[in-house]
Every structure is written in structure tokens, then in C-alpha cells.
């Protein structure tokens, strides 16, 4: 059993495409205070590893990548 | 800021030189995923990409002279939207509307698929900041004039250009 992360702020971007999960993501990210977590959900199949590399690239730190009801879900910690 | 400073955000210098639908994608998607990703993003808009910098964006797109491009229908059970209707250019030529009803299949697809529109790209580029160049020669040229394009664009050359590339990390021709 894997802990339970919680998220202080949920973010849907199902039925979105390229560039929309990372565009919304960085948009919602900028809201929260340092050490946050958003919680994102997408059906983008290209979201996994852009999410990754949008971690890496921003300095945010990617908590938890998982699949969950047939969508993508990202933990993703504000640094 | 240059590459002198260690601290200074990656940079995308970007050059956008055609102005259809479907090749106005490329600029404005890489352009916002990296304005995303906090880097610094520069877009010269030049030739028929000028057009891109329009407040009414009308991009369309030609499967004429376009053998890859794939024409599928937006509607219908998966199966039919999935099949690819080959188009010879004799027919295409010769169709009157064709353009029109090609450009209006391949929005209607992007939007069923969940794409977003130029227009909401282009407005998402500038939000993130997106410094958009536009040809100052171009504009000579085809005999455009300032109020022609959007005013959060600015107008510049070849130089103007270069020298926001040159410190760039990633610079692309689109």
C-alpha cells in the first residue's frame, strides 16, 4: 500500500492535448506557495513523460506518476 | 540576458516562415511548452508565417500538393472517422471549396481530438510572454503595415533576430 499523498489543489485536464496538460499545469502551479502539491489528471497519452520532463525542467518535483480509472495522475510538489 | 549568466532561464528562438493551419501548429505548440517550462521564447515571424501575427487568424490549409496529410472525417463511428481518404490532386484542383472544406475537417478533427485552436495557442503564447517578432521585410514586401498585426507583437529584421538566437539553446526553423 502506497501512502496517500494529499494534493492542495486539483487540476483536470482531461480530454486535452499537447500543449494544454503542461501549459495549465505551470499556469496552476504559479498559484500555490512553495512545498504545495497539485494534483493533476489527464488522458493526454503524451503527459507521462512530458510531465517528467517538465519537472526536471521547472525544478518542481514530480511526487508520484500513476495511472488511476484509465486516466494520468501526477503529484507534482511546488519547489 | 546571455549565456554569461549561469542563472539565465533556456532559451527557444524559433522561426515561423508558413502561414497554414496546419504548419501555424508547430511554432505556437513549442512556443507555449516551453514558455511553460519557464524558458525564454522567441518566435520570428517571417515570410508567409508574417500572417500568423494577424488579429484574425485565417489560417487554412491545402491538401493540394500535400500528399502526406491525412483526410479524415470528423463525424461518423470510429471506424469511418479513422479511414483515409485518398485525394488525388487532379480531383482537389478541380473542386471548387475543397481548401474550405479541407481546412474545416481538420479544425473539426482537432477540436473532437481536444487540440487547441491557434487562437487560443497564440493567446496562451502571450500570456507565458512569448516575444513575437514579426519581418519588418516581409511586411515591405507584400506591402503590410504595423496596424496590420497584433499589437503585442513587435517588428524587427534578420538582426534583430540573430541576436536573440545567437544566445538561445535551442534554435528551430519552422
Excluded at chain 1, 493533476?40 to 480509472?69: F, K, V
Excluded at chain 2, 515561423?16 to 501548429?25: P, R
Amino acid at each position: 500500500m502506497t501512502d496517500v499523498i494529499k494534493e492542495d489543489q486539483v487540476l483536470d485536464c482531461s480530454g486535452m492535448l499537447c500543449p494544454m496538460p503542461v501549459v495549465k499545469t505551470s499556469k496552476a502551479i504559479k498559484e500555490l506557495q512553495s512545498g504545495q502539491v497539485l494534483k493533476m489528471i489527464s488522458t493526454d497519452p503524451g503527459a507521462p513523460p512530458d510531465m517528467e520532463a517538465w519537472a526536471r525542467q521547472t525544478g518542481n518535483e514530480m511526487l508520484r506518476s500513476m495511472t488511476e480509472n484509465g486516466k494520468f495522475v501526477f503529484f507534482l510538489k511546488k519547489k | 540576458m546571455s549565456k554569461s549568466d549561469p542563472n539565465a532561464p533556456k532559451r527557444l528562438a524559433l522561426i515561423a516562415s508558413k502561414g497554414t493551419l496546419d504548419w501555424a501548429y508547430p511554432p505556437f505548440i513549442l512556443a507555449s511548452a516551453a514558455g511553460a517550462m519557464g524558458w525564454e521564447v522567441g518566435i520570428f515571424f517571417t515570410f508567409y508565417g508574417l500572417t500568423l501575427l494577424k488579429p484574425d487568424l485565417t489560417a487554412s490549409v491545402s491538401p493540394l500538393g500535400n500528399p502526406a496529410m491525412p483526410m479524415k472525417m470528423p463525424f461518423g463511428p470510429e471506424g469511418f472517422q479513422n479511414i483515409n481518404w485518398a485525394m488525388p490532386n487532379l480531383l482537389m484542383a478541380n473542386v471548387p471549396g475543397f481548401e474550405s472544406l479541407a481546412t474545416t475537417l481538420m479544425k473539426q478533427t482537432f477540436k473532437n481530438k481536444g487540440v487547441a485552436t491557434i487562437p487560443e495557442l497564440r493567446d496562451m503564447c502571450i500570456d507565458l510572454d512569448v516575444r513575437m517578432i514579426g519581418c519588418q521585410m516581409t511586411m515591405d514586401v507584400f506591402g503590410f503595415k504595423r496596424e496590420d498585426f497584433i499589437k503585442e507583437c513587435e517588428i524587427g529584421g534578420a538582426a534583430t533576430f540573430l541576436e536573440y538566437a545567437a544566445d538561445a539553446d535551442v534554435q528551430l526553423f519552422v
